[in-house]
C-alpha cells in the first residue's frame, strides 16, 4: 500500500508550500467563529482583526506603483 501512496505523497511535497501568516490568521478567525459560545471565553482571541483585503504588505508592489 506505501509503494503506491508514495508517488503522490512526491507530489504533493513538490506542488505545496507552507501556508503565510495572513492565511493563518484566516484561519483561526475562521475556527473561531464556528466555536460554541461556552468554548470561546477559553480560546483568546488574536489581537488584530482580519480586514478583508488588507493582505496587501507595504514592501509589495501595487497595480498604480
Known amino acids: 500500500m506505501r509503494a503506491l501512496m508514495k508517488p503522490g505523497l512526491w507530489l504533493q511535497k513538490i506542488t ?5 501568516t495572513d492565511q493563518i490568521e484566516v484561519a ?28 496587501l504588505r507595504e514592501d509589495e508592489p501595487t497595480a498604480e506603483s
Do not use: K
Not at 16 to 20: C, F, H, I, S
Not at 39 to 51: D, G
Open 16 to 20: 505545496t508550500r507552507p501556508p503565510e
Open 28 to 55: 483561526i478567525r475562521s475556527f473561531e467563529a464556528v466555536l460554541p459560545i461556552a468554548e470561546r471565553a477559553r480560546v483568546a482571541p488574536l489581537p488584530s482583526p482580519v480586514i478583508a483585503g488588507d493582505s
